[in-house]
């Protein structure tokens, strides 16, 4: 499951990379937003995805965090 769920991840981090990577200023602070923007969009869709599809690893992480 955790497959085609990075696949899914991957595919929109890519898009997000291409398309805030032409706006975004050169040097480091537009590296820092092109970082920044994609990891939002891929922690915020895989997490999305695998609790809607019910994996244990989340539930698990959510009881460890929780502690």
Known sequence: MA?????????AVHGVVMGVSR???????GEIIIV??????GVS??????LLLGMEEIHLLRRTVTR
Do not use: E, R, W
């Open 23 to 29: 706006f975004a200023p050169g040097g480091t602070v």
């Open 3 to 11: 497959v085609p769920l990075s696949a899914v991840m991957g595919a």
């Open 36 to 41: 920044g923007a994609a990891g939002v969009v």
């Open 45 to 50: 869709v895989y997490g999305s995805l695998a």
